[in-house]
């Protein structure tokens, strides 16, 4: 079985490579750097270097692929994040009916039922629906809120003790591990039986709000951590000051809003599969030696 992973040095796509290459897939890694990624070479992962907005790499380096394994990345510098996800979702389209790839498992998340309202989430429902046209087999992966998101406050933990965001602390949301995401496509990949189109919903054990969140965080840091409600305009000035596009910043207030509004939830709750790590867990094991390693414990 050829399978190609499109992103393999993100927290995902790395660690699907590490569970496929104990499998004995023949393994090719889309990478624009690829000393990145030498370590998975020298274990027997083809690399193939390239530009993922390269049409004509991608379609080249995904030949022959039985299985594609495809994330869409952000682009946080672009005007729109819609029309940039919509950009790369047409290359994968190109990639996968020129190669007449005959499998698809497609890193999509919760909420990307809904057309609209969702900001960056509704281009992944438009890649959706793209690579349902394909004709291919196709598997969308739908996980929860990231707990690793909450490293993006490592600063202001480490600094202030709180986790600033646009939304209440009593919001409940399902969250997940990003390990658990590979799990759960590794397992998908490597099942050849599955036809069709189907969606595979992916949340933790168990519901958790920010103000828990936080909590369990703080224990975990051995110190006090609150989650602190802060406007919009608050949050839209704090990450255009990082970097971000204004439209980008716009995109995930709107992401945010829904969150709020419990607008992002499963399409089939009754479907929805569980996965282990707990929040408390993954504040142990992950997150304190995380922010030990960057120094901001």
Do not use: C
Request: no cysteine; proline share 5%.
């Amino acid at each position: 079985m050829k399978v190609v992973i499109n992103t393999p040095t993100g927290k995902i796509g790395k660690a699907l490579t590490e569970r496929l290459l104990e499998t004995g897939v023949d393994l090719i890694l889309l990478a624009r750097s690829p000393e990145r990624v030498e370590p998975f070479a020298k274990r027997g992962a083809t690399v193939a270097e390239g530009n993922l907005e390269d049409v004509d790499f991608v379609v080249r380096a995904t030949r022959g692929a039985d299985v594609l394994f495809w994330v869409t990345p952000a682009d946080y510098a672009a005007g729109d994040i819609r029309k940039h996800y919509n950009k790369l979702g047409r290359i994968a389209v190109r990639a996968v009916e020129e190669n007449k790839i005959p499998r698809v498992v497609d890193l999509s998340s919760i909420g990307a039922q809904h057309k609209d309202g969702t900001g960056p989430i509704a281009g992944l429902h438009d890649i959706e629906k793209m690579l349902e046209r394909t004709g291919a087999h196709v598997t969308h992966l739908r996980p929860a809120f990231f707990m690793e998101n909450f490293f993006m406050q490592a600063d202001s933990i480490a600094s202030m003790g709180a986790i600033f965001m646009p939304v209440p602390g009593r919001t409940k949301l399902s969250m997940i591990a990003t390990a658990d995401i590979a799990a759960a496509a590794a397992e998908r990949i490597l099942d050849a039986n599955w036809t069709g189109r189907s969606v595979l919903e992916l949340a933790g054990p168990a519901e958790m709000t920010f103000d828990g969140a936080a909590r369990v965080l703080g224990s975990a840091l051995n110190k006090e951590v609150r989650h602190v409600p802060v406007s919009m305009d608050q949050t839209r000035d704090a990450l255009v000051g990082m970097g971000i596009s204004r439209g980008v910043a716009d995109s995930y207030l709107e992401m945010y809003a829904a969150f709020a509004a419990g607008a992002i939830i499963p399409e089939t709750p009754a479907a929805l599969k569980r996965t282990s790590t707990t929040f408390d867990a993954f504040a142990e094991n992950v997150f304190r030696p995380g922010m030990q390693a960057m120094g901001k414990q």
